[in-house]
């Protein structure tokens, strides 16, 4: 699918530094500058994107999944909501978001969970599309942890059972996350671990980074609670 085939929404032109089509089964990362943006579009009706992200300039730091569920009374994430790191610092801000529906408990696919689910093949997962791209970076297999999954939304039953929710992300969908440190984020476009699709059918998505203003006295993910108020102070602390 062209780039072209996708309105550019509200973003201008001329703040833009990369744009670019994932497609289904693949893997991408990028350095985030503080200050910028990353959009990720689902282009077709997504089954799932995992997702890892680090302090660029310090990868020992990195997102902390429990945390960011915990300090935010919330497993499922949303718009004005942070990603935390396992320092207490925020990584990302989710400054819009159409879905809402993005999930830190369930972790990522990997050669048994789809070979259980599709049979044998060569079939991409996303533990093995995380090791392929941090190897790029002098990283491994011990700088894996818990990912978060966009674009799925997940519900815990009452036994305590996860459920995958059909048709939760839309084409068209899409989230923002503002980098609020130099920020390493690993994608991998792979379906969604609990994807209870038999056939293996992951879709294209979009990414788009830009020079995103910067954000307002009142901003939602900043001023929302006492903890991301503290948060960001331990974030701002490390560029004074």
């Known amino acids: 699918m062209s780039m072209k085939s996708t309105k ?5 032109p001329a703040v833009i530094t990369w744009d670019e089509v ?5 893997y991408w990362s990028r350095v985030i500058k503080r200050g910028t943006t990353l959009r990720i579009i689902d282009l077709e009706g997504s089954r799932g994107v995992s997702l890892l992200c680090y302090n660029a300039d310090n990868v020992i730091e990195r997102y902390n999944a429990a945390d960011t569920a915990k300090i935010q009374f919330n497993a499922f994430l949303k718009k004005g909501m942070v990603l935390y790191s396992d320092m207490g610092r925020v990584l990302c801000s989710i400054t819009e978001d159409t879905g809402g529906h993005h999930d830190t408990l369930t972790g990522c696919s990997n050669v048994a969970t789809n070979s259980a689910k599709y049979g044998e093949g060569d079939w991409k997962n996303s533990r093995d599309n995380f090791m392929l791209a941090l190897a790029k970076r002098n990283m491994g297999k011990k700088d894996i942890f818990p990912n ?6 997940v519900v815990v039953e009452k036994e305590g059972d996860l459920t995958w929710v059909e048709g939760a992300s839309k084409p068209g969908d899409f989230i923002d996350l503002r980098a609020e440190m130099n920020v390493l984020v690993v994608l991998s476009n792979c379906p969604h671990v609990l994807d209870p699709k038999p056939t293996y059918e992951p879709t294209p998505i979009r990414v788009v980074v830009w020079n995103s203003p910067a954000p307002a006295a009142d901003d939602l993910c900043r001023t929302g609670n006492p903890e991301a ?3 960001f102070q331990n974030t701002d602390a490390l560029f004074v």
């Open 8 to 12: 550019m929404l509200d973003i201008d």
């Open 148 to 153: 978060l999954n966009l674009f799925s939304q």
């Open 229 to 231: 108020i503290r948060g």
């Open 22 to 26: 994932i497609p289904g089964g693949s």
